[in-house]
């Protein structure tokens, strides 16, 4: 399990660096998504992965702390992809925009000969 996120946070984090490099500007956009969603899993992953354990409280009664997952992580994570997603927003609206005055979707403006 460790050994896929890990591949997996990877691939998210190679693939968004490699768009960022790119000169247009919807690419740029997408490799800052695939970038975020390798770090949420990141911060996701640090909070220990259980399953079938109870994030704060179990019902029993007396439980061993060692044993709770942490709830801090996961609150981190559903904050980032809300805010994520509003950015994301933001992003193509100035990009669309951008396009309509230049005339091109270029990162510095100008196309390649």
């Not at 591949?7 to 490099?21: D, E, H, N, T």
């Not at 399953?51 to 060692?66: H, N, V």
């Not at 950015?87 to 396009?99: E, H, K, N, P």
């Amino acid at each position: 399990m460790e050994l896929t996120l890990s591949l997996a946070i990877g691939i998210l984090f190679g693939s968004g660096v490699w768009l960022l490099l790119r000169p247009r500007s919807y690419q740029v956009i997408i490799g800052l998504c695939l970038m975020s969603y390798g770090v949420n899993l990141f911060i996701f992953s640090m909070g220990r992965l259980r399953t079938g354990a109870a994030p704060i409280l179990s019902k029993y009664g007396e439980t061993d702390p060692a044993t709770l997952t942490d709830p801090v992580p996961q609150a981190l994570v559903l904050t980032a992809i809300v805010i994520s997603f509003a950015t994301t927003a933001l992003f193509l609206v100035v990009m669309m925009a951008s396009r309509g005055l230049t005339g091109t979707d270029h990162v510095d403006g100008k196309e390649r000969e």
